[in-house]
T-cell receptor, first 118, second 113 residues
Framework: GAVVSQHPSRVICKSGTSVKIECRSLDFQATTMFWYRQFPKQSLMLMATSNEGSKATYEQGVEKDKFLINHASLTLSTLTVTSAHPEDSSFYIC??????????????FGPGTRLLVL | KQEVTQIPAALSVPEGENLVLNCSFTDSAIYNLQWFRQDPGKGLTSLLLIQSSQREQTSGRLNASLDKSSGRSTLYIAASQPGDSATYLCAVPPGGATNKLIFGTGTLLAVQP
């Protein structure tokens, strides 16, 4: 149990376009999802906290208009990188926490999405 | 502001050796501490979660200890195997009872066959 998926696994896009990344909890309901980015050989940096039915909470220094987050249901959160530029190229990882079946406090991570902006 | 550091940054050991990975955090008022494993280009797998009231947790060949007062945790891997090769990350909440996580800098482990 406790599987989190991400789609797509990798995406290449042209500078100026927008890219949407999906994060799904497959076998549990996730009231909270987190979005992280990871640069090569660096650790994960929390970007924002996504709560179902409410606006996302962004960490300091993260542009909310640049990285749009929508948590439309208890199993799906999306991250849209708007007007992507090469410096947005990174590995984006989501995680989810549920409040049923003993999942509380443990974050389950998706496999990540590799974004390359040309 | 919570800061998490891991040493060493990289470690290479021969198969079968026991090893210890270290994690230090600056704010000892943590709710819990987690150890994760990340394979190259992949997401994270949770290995062990230690609550603030606990001193250690064990899972198979893995044993994690927590010393809140000194701001340290260790991950002990017994009888290492090539399949243990990965990056190991520790993570703590930034402060108080929150599900957010602040990640350490990671230790890249290579177990040589």
């Amino acid at each position: 149990g406790a599987v989190v998926s991400q789609h797509p696994s990798r995406v290449i896009c042209k500078s100026g376009t927008s890219v949407k990344i999906e994060c799904r909890s497959l076998d549990f309901q996730a009231t909270t999802m987190f979005w992280y980015r990871q640069f090569p050989k660096q650790s994960l940096m929390l970007m924002a906290t996504s709560n179902e039915g409410s606006k996302a909470t962004y960490e300091q220094g993260v542009e909310k208009d640049k990285f749009l987050i929508n948590h439309a249901s208890l199993t799906l959160s999306t991250l849209t990188v708007t007007s992507a530029h090469p410096e947005d190229s990174s590995f984006y990882i989501c995680s989810a926490i549920g409040l049923a079946g003993g999942y509380q406090e443990t974050q389950y991570f998706g496999p990540g999405t590799r974004l390359l902006v040309l | 502001k919570q800061e998490v550091t891991q040493i060493p940054a990289a470690l290479s050991v021969p198969e079968g050796e026991n090893l210890v990975l270290n994690c230090s955090f600056t704010d000892s008022a943590i709710y819990n501490l987690q150890w994760f494993r990340q394979d190259p280009g992949k997401g994270l797998t949770s290995l062990l979660l230690i609550q603030s009231s606990q001193r250690e947790q064990t899972s198979g060949r893995l044993n994690a200890s927590l010393d809140k007062s000194s701001g340290r945790s260790t991950l002990y891997i017994a009888a290492s195997q090539p399949g243990d090769s990965a990056t190991y990350l520790c993570a703590v909440p930034p402060g108080g009872a929150t599900n957010k996580l602040i990640f350490g800098t990671g230790t890249l482990l290579a177990v040589q066959p």
